[in-house]
């Protein structure tokens, strides 16, 4: 099956850094890609749609200056996590959408803990 | 209203029981269906697909009933390995973009 790759898969930061994290398909293009966040025992919400090229369309609620989403070619997709401050702590997964099988892939997402 | 309702559970079951999911829609335009399954700290992983004239892979059922915009989910001789939440999925193409709409999810415990 499709493959999607997140990195890094865990990372610690101080309160006011910024945090990138990456999104790759590995054997297959998506020109859609999918951010997440889960926080603990509540399901996934998304964030953002990423279109290859274009800019990402974000959810209500969700702050386009705060979480960057750059969507630079086919197989990647970046979410920087800007300023980041303890509540940003959270399960961080995305997902690529293939027509090839018309289903989304997960990443195995990544942790983040800002202290 | 939440866009997917699943039971809250958790479902705390012996080997071997039979355990049912439900989970309902609010959008009636919504086109696809599914089950998801995520272990603990992991991504989610498809499960199966949901489709009208329902479905079986093994030891799980899926059923879909748009005019009551209901799904469900059997597990049929439950193993330990099953242990895990269950995430009913709903697919609503939106401002020309698919979504994937997740449930909250509902955990099942399976106990020797």
């Known amino acids: 099956g499709a493959v999607v790759s997140q990195h890094p898969s865990r990372v610690i930061c101080k309160s006011g850094t910024s945090v990138k994290i990456e999104c790759r398909s590995l054997d297959f293009q998506a020109t859609t890609m999918f951010w997440y966040r889960q926080f603990p025992k509540q399901s996934l919400m998304l964030m953002a749609t990423s279109n290859e090229g274009s800019k990402a369309t974000y959810e209500q609620g969700v702050e386009k200056d705060k979480f960057l989403i750059n969507h630079a070619s086919l197989t990647l997709s970046t979410l920087t996590v800007t300023s980041a401050h303890p509540e940003d702590s959270s399960f961080y997964i995305c997902s690529a959408w293939t027509d090839r099988t018309d289903t989304q892939y997960f990443g195995p997402g990544t942790r983040l803990t800002v202290l | 209203r939440k866009e997917v309702e699943q039971d809250p559970g958790p479902f705390n079951v012996p080997e071997g029981a039979t355990v049912a999911f439900n989970c309902t829609y609010s959008?009636?335009?919504?086109?696809?269906f599914f089950w998801y399954r995520q272990d603990c700290r992991k991504e989610p992983k498809l499960l199966m697909s949901v489709y009208s004239s329902g479905n079986e892979d093994g030891r799980f059922t899926a059923q879909l009933n748009r005019a009551s915009q209901y799904i469900s989910l059997l597990i049929r001789d439950s193993k330990l390995s099953d242990s895990a939440t269950y995430l009913c999925?709903?697919?609503?193409?939106?401002?020309?973009?698919?979504?994937?709409?997740f449930g909250a999810g509902t955990r099942l415990a399976v106990h020797p």
């Open positions: 959008n009636s335009a919504s086109q696809s």
């Open positions: 999925v709903v697919y609503t193409i939106s401002g020309g973009y698919n979504k994937l709409i």
